[in-house]
T-cell receptor, first 113, second 114 residues
C-alpha cells in the first residue's frame, strides 16, 4: 500500500556539519515530494518540494534529492545550525484530493553545539 | 499576517463530554484539513474540505465531525470524546491548486481525554 517512511527516528549532528535526512516512499504515482520542518510547540512548516520528474532541487542551505529507481528521498542541510533542530517530515502529494498530503513519521534532528 | 489560528491550544476533558476545536485562516484558502499527530505515526488526516459546504473523510475520521459553513472556518467536533482521541491536533489550509505543495498549519491543540 501507499506509505512514506523514514529510516531513522533521531539524527544527531555537530553544529556546522552537513545533515542528511532520508525517506523511503512506495507510491510511484505521487506528483510531488515535500519536506516539512516542525519545531517544538509549533505546527509543521514547508521547507522545499521536488516534482516527481526532477532529481534534485536546491534551496537556501537545503537540497532535496529524489532517486526514483530506489524510491528514496533525502534532505540535505548544509552547515547545520542550532535553529535547524526540529522534527523533519517527508510528505508526498498526489493530485488535489483527500490524500493531497501524506506524511511520514518524522526524523528528529538534534544539533550539538 | 497570514496565519491559521486554532483554539484552544490545550484542553483536558472527560470521556463523553462534547467539545469543539476551532480553526480559522485569513488567506482565503479553499482547502482546509485536520490532522492528528501521535508518536511514531506522523500526521494522519482526519477530515478535509475542498470549499464551503464540501467536506469528506480522511484516513482516520471515526469519532470526529467537521463543518465548513464559511470559507475561513473549519471547526473539529468531538461529539463523545474517548481516551484514544488524546492527541495533538493540527488544522491546515492551502490553495486549491494541483501544483501547490505548501500547507499552512496552525499551532496545534493538545487534547487530553480522561
Amino acid at each position: 500500500g501507499e506509505s512514506v517512511g523514514l529510516h531513522l527516528p533521531t539524527l544527531s549532528v555537530q553544529e556546522g556539519d552537513n545533515s542528511i535526512i532520508n525517506c523511503a516512499y512506495s507510491n510511484s504515482a505521487s506528483d510531488y515530494f515535500i519536506w516539512y520542518k516542525q519545531e517544538s510547540g509549533k505546527g509543521p512548516q514547508f521547507i522545499i518540494d521536488i516534482r516527481s520528474n526532477m532529481d534534485k532541487r536546491q534551496g537556501q542551505r537545503v537540497t532535496v534529492l529524489l532517486n526514483k529507481t530506489v524510491k528514496h528521498l533525502s534532505l540535505q542541510i548544509a552547515a547545520t545550525q542550532p535553529g535547524d533542530s526540529a522534527v523533519y517530515f517527508c510528505a508526498e502529494k498526489k493530485g488535489t484530493g483527500r490524500r493531497a498530503l501524506t506524511f511520514g513519521s518524522g526524523t528528529r534532528l538534534q544539533v550539538q553545539p | 499576517e497570514a496565519q491559521v489560528t486554532q483554539n484552544p491550544r490545550y484542553l483536558i476533558t472527560v470521556t463523553g463530554k462534547k467539545l469543539t476545536v476551532t480553526c480559522s485562516q485569513n488567506m482565503n484558502h479553499e482547502y482546509m484539513s485536520w490532522y492528528r499527530q501521535d508518536p511514531g505515526l506522523g500526521l494522519r488526516q482526519i477530515y478535509y474540505s475542498m470549499n464551503v459546504e464540501v467536506t469528506d473523510k480522511g484516513d482516520v475520521p471515526e469519532g470526529y465531525k467537521v463543518s465548513r459553513k464559511e470559507k475561513r472556518n473549519f471547526p473539529l467536533i468531538l461529539e463523545s470524546p474517548s481516551p484514544n482521541q488524546t492527541s495533538l491536533y493540527f488544522c491546515a489550509s492551502s490553495p486549491w491548486d494541483r501544483k501547490n505543495t505548501e500547507a499552512f498549519f496552525g499551532q496545534g491543540t493538545r487534547l487530553t481525554v480522561v
